[in-house]
C-alpha cells in the first residue's frame, strides 16, 4: 500500500476536478482561469453549494445573509482572553470557530463561512494591541475583511485581488483538509466539527501553513543575485523550498498563475513594491532551474503558496496569519464537501493492513 494513499480515488464529488498532468483546475464544471477575476467569492460559493442545501438562497441574496452572519459572530471576539491571544493565529481562529454551535444546516453553514472571515482580522488586530472593527454587511466578504483589517475602506484593486484569492483557494479536489472534513462529516459530528478538522489539517506547512515560510524565504535571500547560493545551500542542508511541489500536480499549478497575475495586477496599481515582484521571478526561476537538475525525474513546480505569501503581504496581512486568510477561501469547499458527504449517507471508515506481532499462543489445559 501506499502511506500518502496516492493514487487512491476516495470519494465522488461534483465539486472540482484537479488535473495534475495538464495543470488544469474545474470548480463545479467552470476553469478556475475563467473564474478567477470573473466571478466573485460570493458566486463561485454560490457554485459550490448549490443543490447542497434545500434552503440555499440565490447569489444575491447569499451575499447579503454572509453579510448578516458576519454580524452575527462578530460578538465571539469578546470572549478572547489573553490565553487565546497567546497562542498562534491559527489555533486562536481554532478556539474561537469552537465557539459555534454546532449543526448540519444552513445557518451553520452561513456562520461557519462568516467566522474565519471576521474572526481572522479581529485576531489580527487585538495581537497589535488595537480594537476589532465590526463587520459591514453591506459589503462583499472581500471588501469587508479588508475594512476589519485595517479600518478604512479598500480600493477596489484591493477587493480584486483579495476576491481572486478567495476564488483561486475556494476547493481543490481531495486535499488533506478537505479529505479530514469529509471524515468527520461522514460520522454526523456536523460541519462545525468537520471545519475545525478541516482547520487542523491545513496547519501544516506540508498543506497550508507554507506561504509564510515563503516570504522568510524571500527575506532571507534579500536581492536576486543571492538566489541561487541560498536555495543551494537549503537544500544542501535538505530543507524543502516552500512553494514548490505537489501531490497533484506534475506541471505549474494553475492556482499560482492566477495569484501571480493578480500580484502584477496589484504592481500596477502601486499596492506592491515592483522590486518585491522581480525578486520573487529571481528566486522562482532559480529554484525551478535548481529543482529541475537536483530532481530529474519528480516534476517540482511552483505551486499556489508561493504568489500567495506576495499577495497576502501586499494586503496587509500578517504573515502568521496567511493559513487563516487560506481557511477563510477554502471554508467554502469543506463546508460544501461535508454537505456532500453527509447527502451520501455512507461513513468512511476505511481499513488498516496490520504488520504488528500476532499474539502468542495461549497454552490450554
Ligand atoms: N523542495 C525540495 N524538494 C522537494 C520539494 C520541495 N519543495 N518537494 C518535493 N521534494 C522532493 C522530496 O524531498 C522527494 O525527494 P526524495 O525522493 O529524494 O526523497 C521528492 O521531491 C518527492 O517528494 P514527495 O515527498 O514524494 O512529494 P509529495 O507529493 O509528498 O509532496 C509536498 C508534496 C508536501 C507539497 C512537497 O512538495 C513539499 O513539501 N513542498 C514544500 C511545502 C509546500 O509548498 N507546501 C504547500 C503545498 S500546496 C498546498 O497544500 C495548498
Not at 488533506?176 to 471545519?195: C, H, I, K, P, Q
Not at 529541475?292 to 516534476?299: E, F, H
Not at 456532500?340 to 495461549?362: A, C, D, H, W
Request: net charge negative; proline share 6%; charged share 25%.
Amino acid at each position: 500500500m501506499k502511506s500518502g494513499l496516492e493514487d487512491v480515488v476516495a470519494a465522488e464529488t461534483v465539486l472540482s476536478d484537479v488535473d495534475g498532468l495538464a495543470g488544469r483546475l474545474v470548480i463545479r464544471g467552470a476553469s478556475l482561469d475563467d473564474l478567477v477575476g470573473r466571478a466573485t467569492y460570493a458566486q463561485v460559493l454560490a457554485r459550490l453549494l448549490d443543490g447542497m442545501f434545500d434552503d440555499l438562497p440565490d447569489t444575491a441574496s447569499l451575499e447579503r445573509q454572509l453579510g448578516a452572519a458576519r454580524v452575527r459572530v462578530f460578538p465571539h471576539l469578546a470572549a478572547v482572553d489573553p490565553a487565546i491571544l497567546e497562542l498562534g493565529p491559527v489555533e486562536a481562529l481554532r478556539a474561537l470557530m469552537a465557539r459555534i454551535p454546532d449543526g448540519e444546516d444552513f445557518e451553520t453553514a452561513l456562520l461557519l463561512l462568516a467566522a474565519p472571515a471576521v474572526f481572522t482580522p479581529g485576531l489580527v488586530r487585538l495581537r497589535q494591541g488595537s480594537s476589532p472593527v465590526p463587520p459591514d454587511p453591506a459589503l462583499s466578504q472581500a471588501a469587508d475583511i479588508l475594512l476589519m483589517m485595517s479600518g478604512e475602506l479598500p480600493v477596489a484593486g484591493q477587493v480584486a485581488a483579495l476576491d481572486a484569492y478567495l476564488v483561486t483557494v475556494s476547493d481543490h479536489g481531495l486535499n488533506a483538509s478537505t479529505f479530514a472534513a469529509r471524515v468527520v462529516a461522514s460520522t454526523r459530528a456536523g460541519l462545525v466539527s468537520a471545519a475545525l478538522a478541516a482547520l487542523g489539517a491545513l496547519k501544516g506547512p506540508l498543506h497550508g501553513g507554507a506561504p509564510g515560510p515563503v516570504l522568510d524565504m524571500l527575506d532571507a535571500i534579500g536581492t536576486p543575485d543571492r538566489a541561487e547560493d541560498w536555495i543551494e545551500a537549503a537544500l544542501d542542508r535538505g530543507d524543502r523550498l516552500m512553494g514548490f511541489g505537489h501531490r497533484i500536480y506534475r506541471v505549474r499549478d494553475p492556482r499560482a498563475d492566477a495569484l501571480k497575475g493578480a500580484v502584477e495586477a496589484l504592481a500596477r496599481a502601486g499596492k506592491v513594491e515592483v522590486e518585491r515582484v522581480v525578486l520573487a521571478q529571481a528566486v522562482e526561476t532559480a529554484a525551478l532551474n535548481i529543482l529541475r537538475k537536483r530532481k530529474p525525474d519528480r516534476a517540482l513546480d511552483t505551486n499556489v503558496e508561493f504568489y500567495t505569501a506576495l499577495l497576502l503581504d501586499a494586503l496587509g496581512f500578517p504573515r502568521d496569519a496567511f493559513t487563516c486568510v487560506f481557511a477563510i477561501g477554502r471554508m467554502s469547499g469543506w463546508v460544501a464537501h461535508a454537505r456532500e458527504q453527509i447527502l451520501t449517507g455512507r461513513l468512511i471508515r476505511p481499513q488498516s493492513l496490520y504488520v504488528g506481532p500476532q499474539p502468542e499462543q495461549r497454552r490450554v489445559g
